[in-house]
């Protein structure tokens, strides 16, 4: 079965601070990588995601992240994260498996940034 | 820009009653998804709902939950019997015409709080 593991539960950063949240996915077969971002008390919202080509991909914000294969990795970075960064981030996977159509989350890193 | 809207933002019901949640899909989406999450868990997919039926579903999709597009705009998740493990955020998600490369946009969700 395909899973999703972020291993950061809660990442605490000063401003101007870089980030790089890892995530790593199990699955041998084809797949569709995002990160997604959920604001206090707003709905996720996509920030990057990786179907083919370039694997690193830029999303919005600043962020980008690199699909690493051979690591099963999608790790997210930003260069310079600000105090309006502070959200809960979650990656996750569309595989082309017998389960098709849904994604697969990893249970979320909660980014604090400190003014 | 269009949006997935969810109502009630907050539902509050007794364990054992019935429960509707409304969502309003991107109007030209065909792909449609809810999920939920428990608090302090990852995301889960529930079902997915394609060309007015059911294309797949999750092991925590039993018998107690049904899913409905009664008419062109709504997309509905129907909890018979509310149980105490049913409290958790539920969000509903949509997705164009293809299949392959388009992505799920969120809802803002509903809390539902089983007493």
């Known amino acids: 079965a395909q899973s999703v593991s972020q291993h950061n539960h809660h990442v605490i950063l000063s401003e101007a601070a870089s980030l790089e949240l890892g995530c790593n996915y199990s699955?041998?077969?084809?797949?569709?990588l995002f990160w997604y971002v959920q604001y206090p008390g707003q709905h996720l919202q996509l920030l990057l995601k990786y179907f083919s080509g370039d694997p690193l991909v830029k999303g919005i914000k600043g962020f980008e992240a690199e699909f690493i294969k051979s690591k099963f990795s999608f790790n997210l970075r930003k260069p310079s994260v600000q105090w309006s960064d502070t959200a809960e981030y979650f990656c996750a996977v569309k595989g082309y498996g017998g389960s098709q159509g849904n994604l697969i989350f990893g249970k979320g890193t909660k980014l604090s940034v400190k003014p | 820009e269009p949006e997935v809207t969810q109502t009630p933002s907050h539902q509050v019901t007794q364990m054992g009653q019935e429960v509707i949640l409304r969502c309003v899909p991107i109007s030209n989406h065909l792909y449609f998804y809810w999920y939920r999450q428990i608090l302090g868990q990852k995301v889960e997919f529930l079902v997915s709902f394609y060309n007015n039926e059911i294309s797949e579903k999750s092991e925590i999709f039993d018998d107690q939950f049904s899913v409905e597009r009664p008419d062109g705009s709504n997309f509905t998740l129907k909890i018979r019997s509310t149980k105490l493990e049913d409290s958790a955020m539920y969000f509903c998600a949509s997705k164009g015409q293809t299949w392959v490369t388009d992505t799920q946009y969120f809802g803002p969700g509903t809390r539902l709080t089983v007493l």
């Open positions: 699955y041998g077969g084809t797949v569709n």
